[in-house]
């Protein structure tokens, strides 16, 4: 194995396939070589030992390093793959890697049931799509223009998918697998399938999840529920109402893409939200999804959006819509938002832009439809020091001359008599930043805090500015960090994210009413209703797991204080845990069984008694 470096590890991998015997290309093919990796060693010294897929009917194997044996099985354009871990060694990325000519004008693919089209011919070289949603994608197209040739996946269990241009202006897609322990084998089978089209791509992916009924939405139902007006947050700071100022409870869950799915897998989970009592379920906008490149909007994607929320409202259920991934989910690619560094979201122009088509697609199309709850500005915004970023040393001297004005100020607030100029005040180091020890370090974070509030509260105004109506709040932002920012105030409800209850196991109700005290009086303004939108819950924290079997909770301020606290439920639980049908082997086409109910949601306290029905 010889090491490479990080940006060239996906470049040289495999060796050419030729076409496959399952359908006739009108060209050189486009997938031109087709291979499994595995990123060993460190990211300080990085090794991508590959072991190609067989370019004929039979069976390759191989070893990756030592710490994984690989077994590749061909017959005409189907391919198998299993691969056993050996050792326990680190391991970055183990991905199935085709690689794709330069000449290709058009990638599609299929995110569940949701079809995309990214116009790739004049991206740069680097990151082109990335995401870690499992079983993305189902399906993958290469298009150019004297060929097309398509990857169908017919088993689920990949969990990443990352599309680059390498700089020959070649591309490769890797679709993840679990490394998994060592002893264990994960596997992979697909087919190539050249001279196909997306629809057709489409349609067989369809077939692989099983025929499943159908239903109606109850356009009655959610009649009824957009009837009741628009939720607010009421004066004391405690609850939401509806219009006509009756409780309500955002008791929900996360289900990111459900717009993706199809109508029958969202009447499933619906249906067992709405029987658990839950009132809200939350929604995110990828860009992946809904704008691969900015001049690239999924028109499919916005449609299904708004079908999802009068499904949503035919079973009694609000969306609370996250319009940004964020730097935490890589919103917008590195060839796209010109840097490396995904906090550099919030320290450039262009992503506000971008950010204002978004509100104008999104936002003003619904800002008079009660099945909206809330919109979230942000996922999880952070910025974090980060030696690749072209903007953020620039960014960070800028509000140091800001905060100190002089030279000789800084130095003496740094303690560094030898500084010799303010534009030469290094980031501090990653390691210095979390331990906040030193001036530069604290420093650096006080920073990143007024970069990201001045970020969301540009992104509140636009939102506020299109649909002043609906509730506004960030997903997982600090409140503090937007003390003494003008605009600050327009945020109605704080959203924060936890994983102590998973990672710790503290008494749940303790861990709640410590948000509240913390979060609820953020701003001076006023009180401000908690929603604790994504939280994982583990039985036993001392052998944590991804998730406990429950799937929805909420949680109430004391009895006698007055209106109930609002809690939504958590959102990173692996597959597993989420109420979608498991992935499909080759030899398994027929439907999933029913899905079990969930159990029933105990709202907060209402005259000193719990309730498990929503309150009337």
Request: charged share 20%; glycine share 8%.
């Amino acid at each position: 194995m010889r090491p490479i470096d990080t940006f060239s590890v996906a470049l040289a991998l495999c060796l050419a396939l030729p076409p496959c015997a399952t359908g006739e290309a009108a060209g050189p093919p486009t997938v031109t070589s087709v291979g499994v990796f595995a990123w060993l060693g460190s990211w300080q010294k990085l090794e991508a030992p590959s072991v190609p897929a067989p370019a004929g009917d039979g069976t390759v194997d191989g070893s990756l390093g030592g710490v994984f044996d690989v077994q590749w099985t061909r017959e005409g354009g189907a391919l198998e793959l299993a691969v056993k871990r050996k050792r326990d060694d680190w391991c970055g990325r183990l991905a199935v890697d085709f690689a794709l000519s330069g000449d290709v004008a058009a990638l599609h693919y299929g995110v569940r049931e949701l079809p995309v089209r990214v116009p790739v011919a004049a991206v740069k070289p680097g990151a082109v799509v990335s995401t870690w949603e499992t079983g993305a994608p189902r399906w993958v197209l290469a298009e150019a223009a004297k060929a097309a040739e398509g990857v169908l996946f017919e088993t689920r269990n990949h969990h990443g998918f990352f599309v680059s241009r390498a700089k020959d202006n070649t591309f490769h897609l890797h679709a993840c697998l679990d490394s998994g322990a060592a002893g264990g084998t994960v596997r992979m089978a697909f087919r190539l399938l050249p001279g196909t089209a997306a629809d057709s791509l489409a349609r067989l992916s369809a077939e692989q999840s099983g025929g499943k009924s159908v239903t109606t939405p109850d356009t009655e139902a959610a009649a009824r529920l957009r009837a009741t007006g628009i939720v607010k947050a009421d004066a004391s700071g405690w609850a939401f109402a509806d219009a006509a100022g009756k409780p309500f409870y955002a008791i929900g869950l996360n289900q990111a893409h459900l717009p993706t799915m199809g109508a029958a897998e969202q009447d499933d989970i619906l249906a067992r939200a709405a029987a658990a009592g839950m009132t809200v379920v939350r929604l995110l906008i990828p860009d992946w999804c809904y704008r691969p490149l900015p001049a690239a909007w999924n028109d499919e994607a916005l449609r299904r959006l708004h079908d999802t929320i009068d499904r949503c409202a035919a079973y009694g259920l609000r969306a609370l819509i996250c319009l940004e991934y964020s730097a935490h989910g890589y919103q917008y690619n590195c060839s796209v938002h010109l840097s490396p560094s995904p906090g550099d979201l919030y320290l450039m122009p262009e992503p506000l832009r971008w950010y204002e088509e978004i509100v104008g697609r999104l936002v003003t199309p619904l800002r008079d439809d009660p099945a909206v709850f809330a919109w979230d500005v942000s996922n999880e915004p952070m910025i974090e020091p980060d030696p690749a970023s072209p903007f953020l040393p620039a960014a960070f001297q800028a509000w140091l001359k800001e905060r100190y004005g002089t030279l000789d100020a800084l130095r003496n607030a740094w303690e560094q008599p030898d500084l010799t100029a303010l534009a030469d005040a290094p980031v501090p180091s990653k390691q210095d930043w979390e331990q906040q020890k030193t001036p530069p370090a604290r420093d650096c974070f006080a920073f990143a805090g007024d970069a990201v509030a001045k970020s969301m509260i540009a992104r509140g105004k636009l939102v506020k500015a299109a649909d002043p109506n609906h509730l506004v709040t960030i997903s997982h932002g600090n409140p503090r960090q937007l003390r003494g920012h003008e605009g600050a105030e327009l945020f109605d409800f704080w959203a924060p994210h936890t994983y102590d209850l998973w990672v710790n196991g503290p008494v749940i109700s303790h861990h709640v009413l410590y948000l509240i005290d913390t979060l609820r009086n953020a701003l001076p303004d006023r009180p401000r209703p908690v929603v604790i939108e994504e939280f994982g819950i583990n039985e036993d924290p001392s052998t944590p797991t991804p998730c406990a079997p429950s799937t929805s909770a909420s949680s109430s301020k004391p009895a006698n204080a007055g209106a109930p606290l609002a809690s939504c439920t958590g959102g990173r639980c692996p597959p597993p845990c989420s109420p979608s049908t498991p992935p499909r082997s080759r030899t398994n086409s027929s439907p999933a069984p029913p899905s079990p109910p969930w159990p029933p949601t105990s709202h907060p306290a209402r005259n000193g008694r719990p309730c498990t029905t929503p309150p009337t």
